[in-house]
Nanobody, 125 residues
Framework: QVQLVESGGGLVQAGGSLRLSCAAS????????MGWFRQAPGKEREFVGS????????YYADSVKDRFTISRNSAKNTVYLQMNSLKPEDTAAYYC??????????????????WGQGTQVTVSS
């Protein structure tokens, strides 16, 4: 099993920044891709971006491509989501997920094997 714990959510004004963290523990050697998703009330869970466990491959949703950046710290088994130029439509619960496959272009939630509990991001206008 792999355990994922997100942190770093909060309330921020439009145009501001936040950095989310996702700490992985357990059988992390079985993980090849880490992903970030978000879900707003009444909406389906949406792919935000992903990164290979080595950090060499990244993939982003078009809606965040020029504003969000995913990175990782291998020594800490932690993946980050740096969010800049936040907009009210970015308001959602953000989830970290892990996948036992090499393809970073997996955008559907059902393709991920492990999930964190989520952290709320609220962007005020």
């Amino acid at each position: 099993q792999v355990q994922l714990v997100e942190s770093g959510g909060g309330l921020v004004q439009a145009g501001g920044s936040l950095r989310l963290s996702c700490a992985a523990s357990g059988r992390t050697f079985s993980v090849y891709v880490m992903g970030w998703f978000r879900q707003a009330p009444g909406k389906e869970r949406e792919f935000v971006g992903s990164i290979s466990w080595s950090g060499g491959s990244k993939y982003y949703a078009d809606s965040v491509k020029d504003r969000f950046t995913i990175s990782r710290n291998s020594a800490k088994n932690t993946v980050y989501l740096q969010m800049n130029s936040l907009k009210p439509e970015d308001t959602a619960a953000y989830y970290c997920a892990a996948r036992r496959s090499w393809d970073t272009r997996a955008t559907m939630p059902r393709l991920y094997d492990y999930w964190g509990q989520g952290t709320q991001v609220t962007v005020s206008s």
